[in-house]
Structure formats: structure tokens, C-alpha cells
């Protein structure tokens, strides 16, 4: 079977959109948490091998304790892992909902089908920036 290939984008609820980016899944079937890491793991990927910049994603990096810097911007290495387990709290707690084809995915193990025309928002609620 073909991998599906669906465009994710982040939303304002003013109705801005930024952040968009496409993703490819193996099968049509998976779970919400499968896009949240599928998504987590993309934009960190991309932005430690560019090596610098801001940090633009789903959820904004924890400021480096080791010295100077605002949270976001950043020349050191971000762990998607880290990223992705504060994506999933910002989930939990409402931070940001899910809408696949504007129908609002509730729960993480919830298993929606992408096909090439689907569409993925997250639409952001509140800031999430790490501890």
C-alpha cells in the first residue's frame, strides 16, 4: 500500500495559519497521538539539521539553562522526544485541539483515516511553552 501524504498546518483561533508542513503515514489509519508525533518528529528534524534559527512548532522549546536565550530561539539540538511529551500534555490539557477535516479529534488513541485531501489543523489555544 502507497504511503498517504496529508497537508498539516496550525491554526489561530483568529483563523491565522502558519506552520504548514506535510506528512507521510504508512497506512490510512492511525491514531491522533501517530500525527502528533509524526508532526513533532518532522519539525524538530528539520530545524536541528538547519543548526539555527527560531524554532517554529507545535510546542516552544524549554529555554537553555545553560545560558543566555529566549525559549524559541536556539543554535543547540532540540530532542523531539521532549518536544512530543509536552505536545502530549498540551493536548490533555487543552492547549491546542486536533481537527481532522474540521471534525475535532478528542481522544489521543482515537483512530482517524487520512486520505491525500485530508486536512489536519491544529488549532492553537494557549501558548505551549516548555517548563
Sequence with gaps: MPATTVAVADETTLGARTNELTLD??????TAREVIRAR???EV????A????????LVVPRADPAGP????????RIDWREQYERALAG????????????????DLDEEV????????????????VGG
Excluded: M, S, W
Design 50 to 57: 538547519a543548526g539555527t534559527g527560531i524554532f517554529r512548532g
Design 113 to 128: 483515516v487520512l486520505r491525500h485531501d485530508t486536512t489536519v489543523t491544529f488549532l492553537k489555544l494557549v501558548p505551549l
Design 69 to 76: 536565550g529566549v525559549a524559541g530561539k536556539t543554535r543547540r
Design 40 to 42: 513533532v518528529y518532522q
Design 25 to 30: 503515514f504508512l497506512t490510512e489509519r492511525v
Design 91 to 106: 493536548f490533555a490539557a487543552n492547549g491546542f485541539l486536533l481537527l481532522v477535516d474540521d471534525r475535532q479529534v478528542r
Design 45 to 48: 528534524t528539520e530545524h536541528n
